[in-house]
């Protein structure tokens, strides 16, 4: 079992920056991935950028050039730096782990609203 804690969102005015941290613990060791997924009002969940355990990166076209994935050295804990940030990108931001065999584990959300 894995728990995930997401810290660092906000209100932003737009053009501003924000960054985006979900620390994992528990059984981290079978992680194969961890990300970012966003939900906006009467939107479906979305992909924002998740990062593979060997480091390979993907990205929504929506943030390429504006968002940056990283994560430590552990591998616990994943960090969505989020620049030139729009009224657009405002959403619940929700943290991801993936583990073999297809399951995912989800944290509770953070919110980041960028006003215009």
């Known amino acids: 079992q894995v728990q995930l804690v997401e810290s660092g969102g906000g209100l932003v005015q737009a053009g501003e920056s924000l960054r985006l941290s979900c620390t994992a613990s528990?059984?981290?060791?079978?992680?194969?991935?961890m990300g970012w997924y966003r939900q906006a009002p009467g939107k479906q969940r979305e992909l924002v950028a998740v990062i593979t355990r060997g480091g390979t990166t993907t990205y929504a076209d929506s943030v390429k050039g504006r968002f940056a994935i990283s994560r430590d050295n552990a591998q616990t804990t994943v960090f969505l730096q989020m620049n030139s940030l729009k009224p657009d990108d405002t959403a619940v931001y929700y943290c991801?782990?993936?583990?073999?065999?297809?399951?995912?584990?989800w944290g509770q959300g953070t919110q980041v609203t960028v006003s215009s």
């Open positions: 991801l782990a993936d583990f073999p065999l297809g399951s995912r584990e």
């Open positions: 528990g059984t981290t060791f079978s992680i194969t991935q």
